[in-house]
């Protein structure tokens, strides 16, 4: 699982403001009760933003740009507390690392839960006797007791939880994420491993989970100078686990595929050009009021537009000036093989809908 490190308004898990720079924030203005919304282009690419792009163009600058509110999903928010569980568990001595132990510390973890993200509460305020609550976090207690037939936590000492990862490649673009685990064995052999409350993909799909594997093995390549010997993807959901040990050669492919891509984005961000591709995950999308292939309208678009010409274009300036702009049906140009609409050669991991429902954020892979 990853959480996006440039931030989604109103989701579960999402890092939010420690986005910094990479996504639009609010600021009061001077007239009391009206907030205005200052946009600040992209500046960096998480696996889950660079699945939104593949996913949706417009999806992505819906969440990054203009960073409107999505509701909680069950799924999701189950991602997240099953998540903590796993993560607090290796506080305890290796001996205490049972699932008796994991599955008691659900009820603290939720109430953290409520406490740091208030907006799931509504998730269950239609269940006043707490009969479909009970039923989550039972289903919650079952991904939690599954782990333990996959891994066996009492030989497992990890080198970092929760890890923060960031690098700048020669280029100037900044990758970052979030990593579950990573264990380091005697031998120095480094393994990343990530966990999925959700079920495994089908064969022609897996190389879209494998996607933000690889894209965690390049940033710690990158920072540490050491390929990972083995990338690790849990699935509680099924209780599978995955495994791919990567090359130098995977991690370059998939350096040179983000490149690409961030140029999409770059030329999208400059056009104000975000096509919408419409999919079967479009029915899991929270913004299908604002999309046009719904019949909606994109507000204004929140950036400098810059013309054919390198002229200033339509839309609305990082000083808040509104003027005429928006999405357009019609999309960057393709990069190095990869279009804002149908980028070749790597299957995004859903960011909404059934596939994402391991997420913590609906958008963290």
Same mark, same amino acid.
């Given at each position: 699982?990853?959480?996006?490190?440039?931030?989604?308004?109103?989701?579960?898990?999402?890092?939010?403001?420690?986005?910094?720079?990479?996504?639009?924030?609010?600021?009061?203005?001077?007239?009391?009760?009206?907030?205005?919304?200052?946009?600040?282009?992209?500046?960096?690419?998480?696996?889950?933003?660079?699945?939104?792009?593949?996913?949706?163009?417009?999806?992505?600058?819906?969440?990054?740009?203009?960073?409107?509110?999505?509701?909680?999903?069950?799924?999701?928010?189950?991602?997240?507390?099953?998540?903590?569980?796993?993560?607090?568990? %290796?506080?305890?001595?290796?001996?205490?690392?049972?699932?008796?132990?994991?599955?008691?510390?659900?009820?603290?973890?939720?109430?953290?839960?409520?406490?740091?993200?208030?907006?799931?509460?509504?998730?269950?305020?239609?269940?006043?006797?707490?009969?479909?609550?009970?039923?989550?976090?039972?289903?919650?207690?079952?991904?939690?007791?599954?782990? %333990?037939?996959?891994?066996?936590?009492?030989?497992?000492?990890?080198?970092?939880?929760?890890? %923060?990862?960031?690098?700048?490649?020669?280029?100037?673009?900044?990758?970052?994420?979030?990593?579950?685990?990573?264990?380091?064995?005697?031998?120095?052999?480094?393994?990343?491993?990530?966990?999925?409350?959700?079920?495994?993909?089908?064969?022609?799909?897996?190389?879209?989970?494998?996607?933000?594997?690889? %894209?965690?093995?390049?940033?710690?390549?990158?920072?540490?100078?050491?390929?990972?010997?083995?990338?690790?993807?849990?699935?509680?959901?099924?209780?599978?686990?995955?495994?791919?040990?990567?090359?130098?050669?995977?991690?370059?492919?998939?350096?040179?595929?983000?490149?690409?891509?961030?140029?999409?984005?770059?030329?999208?961000?400059?056009?104000?050009?975000?096509?919408?591709?419409?999919?079967?995950?479009?029915?899991?999308?929270?913004?299908?009021?604002?999309?046009?292939?719904?019949?909606?309208?994109?507000?204004?678009?929140?950036?400098?537009?810059?013309?054919?010409?390198?002229?200033?274009?339509?839309?609305?300036?990082?000083?808040?000036?509104?003027?005429?702009?928006?999405?357009?049906?019609?999309?960057?140009?393709?990069?190095?093989?990869?279009?804002?609409?149908?980028?070749?050669?790597?299957?995004?991991?859903?960011?909404?809908?059934?596939?994402?429902?391991?997420?913590?954020?609906?958008?963290?892979?």
């Amino acid at each position: 699982m990853e959480t996006s490190a440039e931030g989604v308004a109103g989701t579960v898990g999402d890092e939010g403001a420690a986005a910094g720079p990479t996504a639009a924030v609010t600021v009061e203005t001077g007239t009391v009760g009206v907030v205005e919304r200052v946009a600040i282009a992209p500046a960096s690419l998480s696996p889950s933003r660079a699945s939104d792009f593949m996913q949706c163009p417009l999806l992505y600058r819906f969440r990054v740009i203009d960073r409107l509110p999505e509701k909680p999903s069950e799924a999701a928010t189950r991602g997240t507390l099953v998540h903590s569980v796993l993560e607090r568990l %290796f506080d305890a001595p290796a001996a205490e690392r049972t699932a008796p132990r994991a599955k008691s510390l659900i009820p603290g973890q939720w109430d953290r839960l409520r406490e740091s993200r208030p907006e799931v509460v509504e998730l269950f305020a239609d269940d006043p006797e707490g009969e479909r609550l009970a039923r989550w976090l039972g289903e919650a207690e079952r991904l939690v007791e599954r782990w %333990f037939s996959l891994e066996d936590p009492t030989r497992l000492e990890p080198a970092e939880r929760e890890m %923060f990862v960031e690098a700048e490649l020669d280029s100037g673009l900044k990758l970052r994420g979030i990593i579950d685990r990573v264990d380091v064995a005697p031998t120095g052999d480094v393994r990343i491993v990530d966990y999925k409350t959700g079920k495994a993909p089908r064969p022609e799909y897996a190389e879209g989970a494998l996607f933000q594997m690889k %894209f965690y093995a390049l940033v710690v390549w990158r920072l540490k100078q050491v390929v990972p010997r083995r990338l690790q993807l849990v699935y509680l959901g099924s209780g599978d686990v995955v495994t791919y040990d990567p090359v130098i050669a995977d991690l370059e492919r998939v350096e040179r595929k983000l490149l690409a891509l961030w140029e999409a984005i770059r030329l999208a961000t400059e056009t104000g050009e975000w096509r919408p591709r419409p999919t079967k995950l479009c029915g899991w999308c929270d913004h299908q009021s604002v999309c046009p292939e719904f019949g909606g309208t994109p507000p204004p678009y929140p950036l400098p537009v810059r013309r054919a010409d390198g002229g200033a274009g339509a839309g609305v300036s990082a000083e808040g000036v509104e003027v005429v702009g928006g999405a357009s049906a019609a999309g960057p140009e393709v990069v190095d093989g990869v279009s804002a609409g149908e980028p070749k050669g790597v299957v995004g991991v859903p960011a909404s809908g059934p596939g994402a429902a391991e997420d913590r954020s609906g958008a963290r892979s």
